[in-house]
């Protein structure tokens, strides 16, 4: 059951699978699953990437067995393994978790390096994100083009059950960082109180221009980039069996769990 804080100004709707075909409106966040399944160990998903790709062309996720991180650009969608290669992803290929949208930015803004500084750090350039996203939005998907001075990335390796639960499965995971590179980093900014559906705050990932190397985004520098950001007050989650919603009273705790697989 969702309390109050679930709808002041995030629409969540959730879904069986018999909802998954109906026409989607732009603006709508997709999401198979939700992060706190994930931290529980649910790394196996009955969502294709071919269903998947019908609810957007932007986004990221992972792969059953948790097999590597996921990034969608462009309708295309990539695999990063736990040495940070790309690999293209097929489309019978399932997720235990993603989250997608139909990309259509409303906000097109050019963000120039800091003179006389060789790059802007990660909290920065999040600060840089935040002033451009309009009061009142409660989430967004955001897409970031340029070049970077730095992206510190990691995955994790392929799971097989009995599956871990998620907290203990980053323990394994290997950080790379890629140094001037240039490519998209792309993903999602979410209210606090989404914690336990989504991760709260920002989640990017990464993937170089050549489409040879990404990875879940820890720390990054950047100079000059392009920002797109698509604002959304709707998201829509698809629940397996026997996933449900989040409770909210579990917040503090889901969030030290979050704090600890998503900032590395």
């Known amino acids: 059951m969702l309390d109050e804080r679930w709808i002041r100004s995030l629409h969540v709707e959730s879904m069986r699978r018999a909802d998954l075909h109906r026409e989607r409106e732009p603006h709508v966040l997709f999401q198979a699953s939700t992060i706190g399944a994930l931290l529980e160990g649910a790394f196996e998903g009955d969502l294709s990437f071919a269903e998947l790709a019908e609810h957007g062309d932007l986004g990221l996720g992972t792969l059953n067995h948790l097999d590597g991180e996921m990034v969608a650009l462009e309708g295309e969608f990539f695999r990063a393994d736990v040495e940070g290669k790309i690999h293209a992803v097929e489309g019978g290929e399932r997720t235990p978790f993603a989250v997608v949208t139909r990309f259509e930015a409303t906000i097109d803004e050019h963000l120039p390096g800091e003179a006389g500084r060789l790059s802007r750090s990660h909290g920065e350039l999040l600060a840089c994100l935040d002033a451009l996203v309009p009061a009142g939005a409660s989430s967004c998907a955001i897409r970031l083009d340029g070049r970077f001075a730095l992206v510190r990335a990691r995955s994790v390796p392929r799971q097989e059950p009995p599956y871990r639960p998620l907290t203990e499965v980053v323990a394994d995971q290997h950080v790379f960082e ?52 698509d604002p959304s007050d709707d998201l829509h989650v698809e629940l397996p069996p026997a996933v449900e919603l989040a409770n909210p009273d579990l917040a503090a705790e889901t969030h030290a769990a979050v704090e600890a697989v998503e900032r590395g």
């Open 178 to 229: 890629l140094a001037d590179v240039e490519g998209t980093m792309l993903g999602f900014r979410f209210p606090s109180y989404a914690e336990g559906i989504e991760v709260g705050g920002y989640h990017l990932h990464f993937i170089s221009a050549d489409r040879s190397r990404g990875g879940h985004v820890l720390d990054s520098r950047s100079g000059e980039l392009r920002a797109r950001i």
